[in-house]
């Protein structure tokens, strides 16, 4: 009977380590693939939302990214400041700060950064009298840099970019 009592024992612990390695293997798989979904999502949406601003992508590819509710009030696709430029390119910079979101969880929020490096001009068909007489090209506004906190959420197993918020940079001294 104390044979079968010390199987009984053994069997049991070997059986918890199992499924305790087994949980901790699916958790971390699952923050994983989370984790990069969400870097790729937020990457090409922040950039695709640049893109929109500056007049070079289509505002189509929005809802693939962002939730409806959140870009009726997006108060920076209605900006105006680079209509009449003719944009060559561009080149939107995200650099993800903190990512915060558990293997059950539905939810993230993403802290991040974003600049923008444009490369265009006014066409001629549009500049001033006094632009015209100048030779050089007229480029486009500096991109204003900006810090955002983002809320993600989960719906039928897909993440979107619910919420956005801009952070205030910090004035260095």
Request: aromatic fraction near 10%; charged fraction near 25%; proline fraction near 5%.
């Amino acid at each position: 009977m104390e044979y079968f009592l010390r199987f009984l024992l053994c069997l049991l612990r070997w059986t918890l380590i199992v499924v305790v390695v087994v949980s901790l293997s699916v958790g971390a798989f699952t923050f994983a693939m989370n984790y990069a979904n969400i870097t790729i999502l937020v990457t090409d949406g922040m950039k695709t939302r640049t893109g929109v601003v500056l007049g070079y992508t289509e505002r189509d590819e929005l809802p693939k990214f962002f939730a409806e509710s959140y870009l009726a009030g997006d108060r920076r696709l209605e900006d105006t400041t680079y209509t009449d430029f003719t944009i060559i390119r561009f080149d939107a910079q995200v650099e993800i700060l903190s990512l915060h979101t558990l293997p059950w969880e539905d939810t993230a929020t993403v802290r991040l950064t974003e600049t923008a490096t444009i490369d265009g001009e006014l066409p001629i068909s549009k500049q001033t009298p006094e632009q015209l007489a100048n030779p050089n090209k007229i480029r486009p506004p500096e991109w204003q840099d900006g810090s955002y906190e983002l809320t993600l959420v989960k719906t039928q197993e897909q993440w979107i970019i619910a919420d956005m918020k801009e952070i205030p940079l910090k004035q260095e001294a």
